[in-house]
């Protein structure tokens, strides 16, 4: 059974405060997939590399201030890894109270989590959507069971049987950016990353990619003090074009899902013949 959140009403708003429609968080980076082409360049990461709870407290108290969230998104990363996964929830509700907000996972480590994970999901009215991968599929069953006893909302997307993630990148600058954020997926992602409002996962996780492969050209990531004075201002820059828009491709280049303990820089890359001329 999958159960459908309801509509949640924003009457709420503080029209004092800045606006955004979605913000998501990686609270780690590290992940029990790592999946070819990911967006979060989360095969890159180390497991133990985690938005320590203090800093995501004291950010989100910041954030409550200033801003007003209607979605918040905490993803990986693979959340379900974090066995204190139960104290990032209970902060975002105590800062975000009336926001909808969601857990983003691939479900797999849901039928062995702790009972208090799980009773703070359901108590703190959270919502699980779970990332259909082949290994999810195979699990489904026992996912649902859980989920379904302990009385939490939950919803699947895609289809396991045909999965496929769209890749993006260039090593080149000059794309059209408006032609670049017409095909992302990501152009109204932001993201919260370490006191910081990025347009997108991609500008403020790149850098992981850049050290991995040895890009030098990237640019520097464009974001957002939280704790600037004149956050509110600011953050309107982010709905337009970004430096990193420029290194995006204005046609996608989409692959079949599959693991890959090997990751190569052409698993990122729109057009991978741009490695001919690469170094």
Same mark, same amino acid.
């Given at each position: 059974?999958?159960?459908?959140?309801?509509?949640?009403? /924003?009457?709420?708003?503080?029209?004092?405060?800045?606006?955004?429609?979605?913000?998501?968080?990686?609270?780690?980076?590290?992940?029990?997939?790592?999946?070819?082409?990911?967006?979060?360049?989360?095969? !890159?990461?180390?497991?133990?590399?985690?938005?320590?709870? =203090?800093?995501?407290?004291? @950010?989100?108290?910041?954030?409550?201030?200033?801003?007003?969230?209607?979605?918040?998104?905490?993803?990986?990363?693979?959340?379900?890894?974090?066995?204190?996964?139960?104290?990032? *929830?209970?902060?975002?509700?105590?800062?975000?109270?009336?926001? @909808?907000?969601?857990?983003?996972?691939?479900?797999?480590? /849901?039928?062995?989590?702790?009972?208090?994970?799980?009773?703070? *999901?359901?108590?703190?009215?959270?919502? $699980?959507?779970?990332?259909?991968?082949?290994?999810?599929?195979?699990? !489904?069953?026992?996912?649902?069971?859980?989920?379904?006893?302990?009385?939490?909302?939950?919803? /699947?997307?895609?289809?396991?049987?045909?999965?496929?993630?769209?890749?993006? !990148?260039?090593?080149?600058?000059?794309?059209?950016?408006?032609?670049?954020?017409? $095909?992302?997926?990501?152009?109204?992602?932001?993201?919260?990353?370490?006191?910081?409002?990025?347009?997108?996962?991609? @500008?403020?996780?790149?850098?992981? !990619?850049?050290?991995?492969?040895?890009?030098?050209?990237?640019?520097?990531?464009?974001?957002?003090?939280?704790?600037?004075?004149?956050?509110?201002?600011?953050?309107?820059?982010?709905?337009?074009? $970004?430096?990193?828009?420029?290194?995006?491709? =204005?046609?996608?280049?989409? *692959?079949?899902?599959?693991?890959?303990?090997?990751?190569?820089? =052409?698993?990122?890359?729109?057009?991978?013949?741009?490695?001919?001329?690469?170094?």
């Amino acid at each position: 059974m999958v159960f459908l959140h309801p509509l949640i009403p /924003i009457h709420w708003l503080d029209s004092e405060k800045a606006y955004l429609t979605q913000l998501e968080v990686n609270i780690t980076d590290g992940c029990n997939l790592n999946c070819k082409g990911c967006t979060h360049f989360s095969g !890159l990461f180390n497991k133990n590399e985690v938005y320590p709870p =203090e800093n995501f407290r004291r @950010d989100l108290r910041r954030i409550s201030q200033v801003c007003n969230i209607v979605a918040f998104f905490l993803l990986g990363g693979e959340p379900f890894l974090l066995k204190n996964l139960d104290e990032y *929830i209970k902060i975002s509700r105590q800062y975000l109270p009336k926001s @909808d907000l969601r857990i983003v996972t691939n479900g797999l480590l /849901i039928p062995s989590t702790s009972q208090k994970i799980l009773d703070s *999901i359901r108590e703190n009215n959270f919502f $699980v959507s779970i990332s259909n991968y082949p290994p999810t599929a195979k699990i !489904l069953d026992k996912i649902e069971t859980v989920l379904n006893t302990n009385k939490i909302l939950y919803d /699947i997307r895609g289809s396991a049987a045909d999965k496929k993630f769209s890749v993006f !990148l260039s090593i080149n600058a000059g794309h059209n950016p408006m032609k670049t954020r017409a $095909v992302c997926n990501n152009n109204n992602c932001r993201f919260l990353r370490d006191g910081r409002i990025y347009k997108c996962p991609i @500008d403020a996780l790149k850098f992981r !990619l850049a050290e991995r492969f040895g890009i030098k050209n990237f640019p520097a990531s464009t974001s957002v003090d939280i704790y600037s004075p004149n956050f509110s201002s600011l953050l309107e820059m982010l709905d337009g074009n $970004v430096e990193m828009c420029h290194w995006c491709a =204005e046609q996608t280049r989409v *692959i079949n899902w599959e693991p890959s303990n090997n990751p190569k820089l =052409e698993d990122w890359l729109a057009d991978p013949a741009e490695l001919q001329n690469f170094r």
